[in-house]
C-alpha cells in the first residue's frame, strides 16, 4: 500500500479559504489511483463528505470555512494494494473581518449639497 502524502496549507483570500497541497510519497508498487480528502472543524464531531481526486491532483481548495476555527484535514492516497494512511495537516483560520462603515465622504456631502439646492430652488419656486 501506499505511505501517507505530505501536506502543506496556504492562505487565501480574507482568511476562510485555505489550499492544501500533497506530495505523495512512496506508491508501494502500484500507481495511485486516486486521493480521498476529509476534513471538519475541531469542534464538530462530523466530517464534511469526503472528495474523491484523481490521482493526477496536488491539491483542493476548501472555501466557506467558519472564521476562528481549527480545521483539520486528512488525505490518503489509494491503488490496488489499499489505501495509505492519513497525511494530516492542522491550520486555524483567521477572526472574521470587520467591515468600518464608511465615513461621509465626497458623494454624500455631494448629495447633501444637491439635496439642499434643489429644495431652496422648489422654494423659489412655489412662492
Known amino acids: 500500500e501506499p505511505s501517507p502524502p505530505k501536506l502543506e496549507e496556504h492562505v487565501l483570500g480574507n482568511g476562510n ?66 489505501k495509505s494512511g492519513p497525511g494530516s495537516i492542522s491550520f486555524r483560520t483567521s477572526v472574521e473581518p470587520t467591515v468600518i462603515p464608511a465615513t461621509l465622504g465626497g458623494s454624500s456631502i455631494s448629495y447633501t449639497l444637491l439635496s439642499l439646492l434643489f429644495s431652496a430652488l422648489l422654494f423659489v419656486l412655489m412662492c
Open 17 to 82: 479559504i485555505y489550499k492544501v497541497n500533497w506530495i505523495s510519497q512512496d506508491d508501494g508498487g502500484s500507481p495511485i489511483r486516486h486521493y480521498l480528502i476529509k476534513y471538519k472543524a475541531k469542534h464538530h464531531a462530523d466530517w464534511k463528505p469526503e472528495m474523491r481526486l484523481p490521482a493526477d491532483s496536488e491539491s483542493v481548495i476548501l472555501r466557506n470555512l467558519e472564521w476562528n476555527a481549527e480545521y483539520e484535514v486528512n488525505v490518503v492516497a489509494e491503488n490496488r494494494q489499499g
